[in-house]
């Protein structure tokens, strides 16, 4: 049953998955510390530049057999108090247990993130201490304005930056063998 965000918030001041659970289906919102988070639709450029990406890794991905690439809008839930739907992840095959009927239930092996306005204290603060936290092996951060990359890569329990790329150059997945794409083909 849904339920709308006046009658979740009644006496709230934080939010589980449950209640996240019974927002319609749809709403814009993600949850993120306990909080309902609204997240604005995206841009059609922030669409260009998610599908050129996703494509490439996906057809990737599928021909070389080695797991899935789902994308937004689709929930992660990494804890009671965090729910994200990133733009693009990557779940191995060794994985693929974490895929739920509702929703992805652990950390995917790699995240992206396409920045926005609305969403880049997000991405760049609170949802990167939580993917390192519970385990994100590897995370693309995409700058849309400036057509950058970074890519941090889980080491020893912490992202440590393992490239960057702005307007020009080639992005290589450490988790994901042998892929690698140049900034042209995602901006």
């Not at 992206?112 to 991405?123: C, F, G, H, K, R």
């Amino acid at each position: 049953m849904s339920a709308s965000l006046a009658e979740l918030a009644a006496g709230r001041e934080r939010y589980t998955y449950a209640d996240y659970c019974r927002l319609p289906e749809g709403s814009p919102y993600q949850l993120i510390g306990g909080e309902l988070v609204m997240t604005p639709s995206p841009t059609p450029y922030h669409q260009m530049v998610s599908m050129k990406l996703e494509l490439k890794m996906a057809g990737y991905v599928l021909e070389k057999g080695l797991g899935i690439v789902l994308y937004a809008p689709l929930d992660v839930c990494l804890g009671e108090t965090e729910t994200y739907q990133p733009d693009i992840i990557f779940i191995s095959n060794e994985r693929l247990a974490i895929i739920e009927e509702k929703c992805i239930k652990g950390a995917p092996d790699l995240v992206v993130e396409i920045l926005s306005p609305d969403t880049a204290y997000y991405d760049l603060r609170r949802k990167y201490k939580v993917y390192e936290k519970e385990g994100v092996r590897e995370y693309w951060i995409i700058d849309p304005g400036n057509k950058g990359v970074q890519v941090f890569c889980l080491r020893e329990g912490k992202f440590a930056l393992d490239q960057e790329i702005e307007q020009e150059g080639t992005v290589k997945s450490r988790v994901i063998t042998g892929f690698q794409i140049q900034a042209e083909n995602i901006f």
